[in-house]
């Protein structure tokens, strides 16, 4: 099955400074690659995702690139801000498989 | 209410108690899944229906029982529950299977087996 790994799992930056999150994966059939944040009291919530047919995408200060040769995956938070401060989960999957495989999550501290 | 809500938020039993967790999505997905997360863990799959049918069971112990009596409620049925089912079960629902749509999901149940 498939197999996720998802680094650093702890993550500090100050405010204004950018965060990578990394994330490597074994079944190259996976094409769905969602991020997610868990902020606390919360259940996670889709901030972005790419399909195997993209490189990368953009959403404002949130970024996600895909590399299908080696298998990984990674999001970009520029200018993080304290609110950015969460839990996030990178996670695989086949198309209409019905199921994803999740990363372990990193925990991302922006201190003000 | 919108998007996907748990009941009860919060939920403490003991080992021989029956309870049932209980999720409502108001999107009009068709496909809904329970997941549990326990601490330092990735979440893990544990049941996933499609139009209201399961389609996936992943080696869940069956004093968890699943319910789906239409695509927008799903039920999780508890039973002679042990000290390491505590956990957060998050619900999460999807327009189709995931990999081809996105998931939404729930607040979660705190669960504490006493």
């Known amino acids: 099955g498939e197999n996720v790994e998802q680094h650093p799992s702890t993550l500090s930056v100050q405010e204004g400074d950018s965060a990578v999150i990394k994330c490597t994966y074994s079944d190259s059939a996976s094409n769905y690659f969602p991020w997610y944040k868990q902020e606390l009291g919360k259940g996670p919530q889709l901030i972005i995702d790419i399909r195997s047919n993209v490189g990368e995408k953009k959403d404002q200060r949130i970024a996600v690139t895909l590399n299908k040769t080696a298998k990984h995956f990674s999001l970009h938070i520029t200018e993080t801000q304290p609110e950015d401060s969460a839990v996030y989960f990178c996670a695989a999957s086949k198309a209409n498989a019905g199921k994803s495989t999740f990363g372990d999550g990193t925990t991302l501290t922006v201190k003000p | 209410e919108t998007g996907v809500t748990q009941t009860p938020r919060h939920l403490v039993m003991g080992m021989t108690n029956k309870k049932s967790l209980k999720c409502e999505q108001h999107l009009g997905h068709n496909a809904m899944y329970w997941y549990k997360q326990s601490a330092k863990k990735p979440l893990e799959l544990m049941f996933v229906?499609?139009?209201?049918?399961?389609?996936e069971n992943n080696s869940v112990p069956s004093r968890f029982s699943p319910e789906c009596p239409n695509s927008s409620h799903l039920f999780l049925h508890l039973h002679t529950l042990q000290p390491e089912d505590s956990a957060l079960y998050l619900c999460?629902?999807?327009?189709?299977?995931?990999?081809?749509?996105?998931?939404?999901f729930g607040p979660g149940t705190r669960l504490t087996v006493t």
């Open positions: 999460a629902s999807s327009q189709g299977l995931v990999g081809l749509y996105e998931q939404y």
């Open positions: 229906y499609s139009l209201e049918e399961r389609v």
